[in-house]
């Protein structure tokens, strides 16, 4: 069994940055790619990035590409997304999520694991 627990969420204005966090429990944190998700009120949850359990491949959806850099630290157990020139369609919860095995680019879906999910809002 692998949690997942996001934090960095919070509200700011257009233009400012974020960074979010997602940190695992276990040892197997390197057997999982990674990816960040979004959900905006009634709309269904989107990928946001993507990156492979090396971190060598990153993905990302066209709305937040040059804005938003997924990374990650696998001696911590933690994904991360930073997020600049933040834009009130940011606006969501965003949501980490793990998946067993391969990840060579492009979307990311079939997540074993999912966190709960932290609050981002950009005000205008």
């Known amino acids: 069994q692998v949690q997942l627990v996001e934090s960095g969420g919070g509200l700011v204005q257009t233009g400012d940055s974020l960074r979010l966090s997602c940190t695992t429990s276990?040892?197997?944190?390197?057997?999982?790619?990674m990816g960040w998700f979004r959900q905006a009120p009634g709309k269904e949850r989107e990928f946001v990035a993507a990156i492979s359990r090396g971190g060598s491949v990153t993905g990302y959806a066209d709305s937040v590409k040059g804005r938003f850099t997924i990374s990650r630290d696998n001696a911590k157990n933690t994904v991360y997304l930073q997020m600049n020139s933040l834009k009130p369609e940011d606006t969501a919860v965003y949501y980490c999520?793990?998946?067993?095995?391969?990840?060579?680019?492009?979307?990311?879906?079939?997540?074993?694991?999912w966190g709960q999910g932290t609050q981002v809002t950009v005000s205008s």
């Open positions: 276990g040892r197997t944190f390197s057997l999982y790619a």
């Open positions: 999520g793990a998946r067993a095995g391969y990840y060579g680019g492009g979307g990311f879906s079939n997540c074993d694991y």
